[in-house]
Structures are given as structure tokens and as C-alpha cells.
């Protein structure tokens, strides 16, 4: 299976880069182009790419809104790729739906791999943002974890989804852990995103580290990197 990839970002140089890194890599392909967000909203409804690679500062309609907007409508899912690693950016494209976030300093392959994995339906962060939220998990848990409407009406499958999702668990292995099939798991997870109205499972895997689910055991495990 190929994994179809819409770029986004306002630089074209950047752009020529990572449509040339991507369409050498094996089983992935470049579908289309966008120079801001509005664009890619655009590009996504007509192309259906499997995965945006989303820049966060662009003209117009910026990278943050137009995940927001992609996701709302379904059209894509969306790994955040910048140069900036700031907080507000962060929260903003995790809040938003974003599957992942990486800097522009990824490596080629990690990035190859980061895409194939979102594809796939897991989730990624750089390894500078996975400390930083862990941290702010370290925090938190020092407070009551905040209400989640739907919580309490998953059923105990959907709860053992939600702690795979919390340990960082790709479908997978998911299944693997679980003894289910693969495409047991994305029915579930889908299940789990509606119950709790949420965009992306790394939403739903703060969710689970927040309120101590973050694994099968009881343990908590990190959200994984790029392979």
C-alpha cells in the first residue's frame, strides 16, 4: 500500500526538499503541494491524502487552524512538521488533531518512517516535545485529572484500547497485546475518539496518561518516537 502525502508549507524550497525525500522513499508518494493552510484544506478535499505534513506558520490561514478544519471534516491525518518548538504551538496542533509533531531538523528516514507510522493510525512527537509532555503529565498528576464527558460510558475493551493508546501503542500492537485483529483495533479506537469527541489518538493518549491508564499493567509508558 502506498501512503499518499500532501505537503504543506510556504517556503518552496523547504516544499522541493521534503516531496523529494518522500517520493524516493518506498510505499510513499507525494500527491500534492500547498502554500497555506486554507490550500490545503482545499488540496485534501479533492486528493485525500492519507497524511498532511503540516508546516505551523504560514500565510492566511495558518497550520494549527487548518489541521482543526482537516480533521473536523475527516479529510486527513495531519503530522506537524516545524521549525519552531514552542509550547503554544505544541498544545495548539495536539488540541487541534494533530497525529504527531516533529521539527524540521527530523532526520530523512525518521521522518519516512514518522509518516508511514501516522498512516498506519499511531502517533508521534519529538523526542524534545515527548519530554516536555511528560513533564507536564509529571505536573498534572499532582492534581485531579479534569473531567472527560464520555469516559465512563466506554466499555472495558474500549478502556484496554484507551491504555494501549496511553502506552503509545501502534494498531499493531495493539492487536498483538489485545489478541485482536488489526482491523478490530482501528473499530475500536474509532469507538473510543467518538465516545470521548476527541481527534486523534494522541489526544486520547493524554487522556489515558492523565487519568492513570497509560498501560495494560498499570505502568506508565512513554508516547513513542519515530522508530
Known amino acids: 500500500m502506498t501512503v ?25 508518494q507525494v500527491v500534492g503541494e500547498a502554500a497555506d493552510g486554507a490550500a490545503a484544506v482545499r488540496q485534501a478535499r479533492v486528493l485525500r491524502p492519507d497524511v498532511t505534513l503540516m508546516d505551523v506558520r504560514m500565510p492566511g490561514t495558518d497550520g494549527i487552524t487548518a489541521t482543526r478544519q482537516m480533521l473536523a471534516e475527516g479529510l486527513s491525518e495531519v503530522l506537524v512538521l516545524t521549525t519552531f518548538d514552542i509550547d503554544e504551538y505544541v498544545d495548539g496542533a495536539l488540541r487541534a488533531g494533530a497525529a504527531g509533531f516533529l521539527l524540521k531538523s527530523v532526520e530523512a528516514d525518521r521522518l519516512i518512517e514518522a509518516v508511514k507510522l ?5 502517533g508521534v512527537l519529538a523526542p524534545e516535545v515527548t ?3 511528560l513533564t507536564s503529565f509529571a505536573a498534572n498528576s499532582r492534581e485531579p485529572a479534569p473531567t472527560v464527558p464520555g469516559l465512563g460510558d466506554l466499555t472495558e475493551r474500549e478502556r ?23 482491523t478490530t483495533v482501528k473499530t475500536h479506537v474509532s469507538r473510543v475518539l467518538t465516545k470521548l469527541d476527541l481527534r486523534s489518538r494522541v489526544q486520547a493518549a493524554i487522556i489515558a496518561q492523565e487519568h492513570g491508564l497509560a498501560s495494560g499493567n498499570g505502568e506508565a509508558a512513554d508516547l513513542r518516537e519515530p522508530p
Open 4 to 28: 499518499k502525502v500532501l505537503v504543506a508549507d510556504d517556503h518552496s524550497a523547504i516544499r522541493d526538499g521534503l516531496v523529494m525525500i518522500l517520493n524516493n522513499a518506498e510505499g510513499v
Open 118 to 122: 501516522v498512516a498506519a493510525g499511531g
Open 131 to 133: 519530554r516536555r509532555v
Open 160 to 182: 484496554e484500547v484507551l491504555a494501549c493508546l496511553g502506552a503509545g501503542l501502534s494498531n499493531a500492537q495493539i492487536g498483538t497485546r489485545l489478541y485482536i485483529g488489526e
